[in-house]
């Protein structure tokens, strides 16, 4: 596991950040969060899964895919989870159940972030998360902004 602030050129992680959060930026509504948490719910937006694209949007990740040197994707998507009074702590999962590549790249600051065994990795934005994503590993929402925006991708180096 490997935490990287300052991830991307601050031009490149502005662009992707006022693009998602927007607006206009099509957000979609999950009625749970994972297999494992059918309580709470989020919204998302996928640009790419099952090896195709899935949105107009994909180009805007170029610059992520080439500093993660990815030379094959399995699933890219950014994730919306709303605020509450207090802080959810999502149901431990995995993202696919074999070995492979997962970055987290935090769009905003806030009090939430995500939990890869008893480590807590803070949402900072342009601040990635690397790891094996076929660990468990819990998300959470945050308390002290609207929402809290992550761009979550499953690739193979």
């Known amino acids: 596991m490997q935490v990287i ?18 607006s206009s930026f099509p957000l979609y509504y999950s009625e749970y969060v994972n297999d494992n948490d059918k309580l ?14 899935m949105s107009s949007y994909m180009d805007i990740l170029s610059p992520i895919i080439k500093k993660l040197e990815a030379k094959a994707l399995l699933r890219a998507k950014v994730n919306c989870f709303p605020r509450t009074e ?7 999962h995995r993202d696919y159940n074999f070995k492979h590549d997962g970055a ?37 929402n945050c308390t002290d902004k609207n929402c809290r925006f992550n761009i979550n991708i499953n690739f193979f180096k």
């Open 5 to 22: 602030d300052n991830f991307l050129s601050e031009n490149d992680f502005l662009k992707i950040k006022k693009t998602i959060i927007h």
């Open 40 to 53: 709470n719910y989020y919204f998302l937006h996928t640009f790419y899964d099952g090896f195709v694209p």
């Open 86 to 92: 207090k802080l959810i702590i999502y149901k431990p």
């Open 104 to 140: 987290i790249l935090y769009l905003n600051n806030c009090d939430g972030g995500t939990y890869v065994g008893d480590r807590f990795i803070q949402s900072k934005e342009n601040r990635v998360l690397l790891f094996d994503s076929s660990q468990q590993h819990s998300s959470t």
